[in-house]
């Protein structure tokens, strides 16, 4: 009580010395935004919630659930694709950016989505995919339609006259291969993703002033951001120089940050980011801690936040390693410690699932882990990004066999590697583990028929596991993983410290426990986290005197003379006095 009352002072005395002048930890860096303190609840509309039978989630149904939305404590909402699309690549092939997709609802449901979600104090970030258009765009059928059409030079040709263009590596291409002849007006077009997806023409002014058009279209509507989908690929040198042989290793050494980028960038700021109060961020952050922080410098005036991949590509089906992982959070907080901002994030759309991944799914370890690394995402500097089912401790489906899944990276990878005679039964077990798909199940509501997803089949199954992990029987239990979710978006927002906070990794070469301490003004905790199964022995450092527990994913905390016992997976926030 009384440690309660002293911080409360401490608030107090905070907010009013806020008032007056800049406190010391008050660097530009740490200027208040409100999507620096945003926690950003990802949900991909396809397999959240159908509420008109057909298998496939809809806005209305995000509608249906935004007071579930809303009682996550979140305070955004990033939304996957909902433009009209084909689906080669569930809606990261936009065939009309001012349209909503026929199995997602209707403009009116979109209107009503967004003002339920105002309502109720959520933001809504849109997906912005314009390093590609689908090529079932108008756009693109004029473009292909002749060569002296006037969108012609809106994508990428190479002439066939010329003989084969220099090699360009695709990530979705059968073949791997991103020209693709068309007999139309015998040329190639370029697609580093499928062959569906042409990428735009860039350097082509009339693209960018489109995209500006486009973005200010969902401004006024009144979205609050933007995220700009493998935009760091979108600048290319349009006379398609030859690369090293094996470049595609390292493709990204070679796509990403190309002359123009940072100026294209620009140009959205000062056409868009800036009229508007919205926030941005880019899919890829370049190629080293100096391209991202170019990506995101507040005097550069181009985007607010970038996310790396560095970290969240650790985790493979080997396996990963913990040292590897401080490493990485902890060389990326201290290059942005002065400067520019982060985005934090462990699981998305592209990825397995966070507790398959990161943690363990096997029964005994899935909850605490779950909650572990949930703890972990939401006591970071930067933005968290928490994916929908992760509130859950979601887990991968696991499937075994290449006819089971939707994902065109999946399907289209398994063709190459078999071309290539790859060893087959490995590629599955890697797949298994590692595709995209086991991210894009239903949302699992309750253990009926499922999952309370869809009354048809859905578009991918449910996970068995519903049974047990689901909304409804959550609910029902204050210790389950979903409340603890909850409880710790709560202290987000009681505790600027988590967000604002300097960060600082304690005890760096511990093998299995992460531990570190956030600081800011007179605000001091100590987060551990054990990322391992077997119980962890933890000496408190020198000088640390701890205070109250913040929150557990335990009942209780050893501890015997400084020395913490924690057990598999324990992750405690406390406060440092
Ligand atoms: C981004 C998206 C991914 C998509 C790709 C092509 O990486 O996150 O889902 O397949 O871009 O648009
Ligand atoms: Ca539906």
């Given at each position: ?133 689908s090529d079932e765009h108008e756009w693109f059928k004029q ?247 992760d509130e859950l401790g979601m887990t991968n489906i696991g ?179």
């Open positions: 009580m009384k440690k309660l009352a002293l911080y409360l002072i401490a608030i107090a005395m905070m907010t009013a010395c806020n008032n007056a002048e800049p406190q010391p930890d008050e660097s530009a860096h740490s200027e208040k935004k409100w999507w620096k303190e945003a926690i950003i609840y990802q949900i991909y509309p396809r397999s959240f919630k159908d509420t008109n039978g057909d298998g496939i989630g809809d806005l209305r149904g995000i509608i249906e659930e935004l007071d579930y939305i809303q009682s996550l404590g979140v305070t955004a909402v990033w939304l996957n694709p909902i433009y009209s699309s084909p689906n080669d690549d569930n809606g990261y092939d936009v065939s009309d950016y001012r349209n909503i997709m026929d199995d997602f609802g209707t403009m009116e449901d979109f209107d009503q989505m967004l003002s339920g979600m105002h309502e109720r104090g959520i933001k809504l970030i849109m997906d912005i995919v314009v390093n590609h258009s473009s292909r339609s002749s060569r002296d059409n006037p969108y012609r030079d809106y994508y990428h040709w190479w002439p066939a006259e010329k003989g084969k263009p220099n090699y360009r590596y695709s990530l979705f291409d059968e073949r791997g291969d991103a020209w693709k002849y068309d007999t139309l007006t015998n040329a190639y077009y370029l697609h580093y993703f499928s062959q569906k997806q042409p990428d735009l023409n860039w350097s082509n002014p009339k693209v960018r002033q489109e995209v500006n058009e486009i973005m200010k279209y969902w401004a006024e509507k009144g979205v609050d951001g933007f995220r700009l989908d493998a935009f760091q690929f979108a600048a290319k040198d349009t006379t398609y120089p030859a690369f090293p042989e094996g470049f595609e290793k390292n493709f990204i050494d070679y796509y990403a940050m190309q002359d123009g980028l940072n100026d294209y960038l620009r140009g959205m700021y000062d056409e868009v980011f800036s009229k508007y109060d919205v926030m941005s961020v880019a899919e890829g952050a370049g190629r080293n801690l100096q391209e991202a922080h170019e990506l995101v410098d507040e005097d550069r005036q181009e985007l607010n936040m970038a996310y790396a991949f560095e970290g969240v590509d650790i985790a493979k089906y080997e396996g990963y390693e913990l040292s590897k992982l401080k490493e990485i959070f902890s060389k990326w907080d201290s290059a942005f410690a002065e400067k520019g901002w982060l985005s934090i994030f462990l699981a998305n759309h592209d990825q397995a699932r966070l507790v398959s991944r990161f943690g363990s799914d096997e029964p005994a370890f899935r909850e605490a882990s779950a909650k572990m690394l949930n703890t972990f995402i939401l006591s970071m500097r930067g933005t968290p990004y928490c994916y929908y089912g499937f075994t066999s290449i006819e089971q899944y939707k994902d065109i990276a999946a399907i289209n990878g398994y063709k190459k590697a078999k071309a290539e005679g790859k060893d087959m039964d490995y590629f599955l077990k890697k797949l298994s583990f590692e595709s995209r798909d086991n991210g894009r199940t239903p949302m699992q509501w309750n253990g009926d028929k499922n999952a309370g997803f869809s009354e048809a089949d859905p578009w991918l199954p449910v996970n068995n596991n519903h049974l047990e992990i689901n909304v409804e029987a959550q609910e029902r239990d204050p210790e389950s993983i979903l409340n603890h979710f909850r409880n710790l978006t709560k202290l987000r927002k009681e505790w600027p410290v988590l967000v604002y906070g300097q960060y600082e990794i304690v005890e760096k070469e511990h093998p299995q426990v992460y531990a570190y301490a956030r600081k800011y003004n007179d605000q001091q905790l100590l987060i551990v986290h054990n990322f391992s199964k077997e119980e962890a022995k933890f000496a408190l450092p020198e000088n640390i005197n701890l205070g109250e527990i913040l929150i557990n994913n335990y009942p209780d905390l050893k501890m015997e003379k400084d020395i913490f016992s924690l057990r598999p997976y324990q992750s405690v926030i406390m406060v440092k006095e």
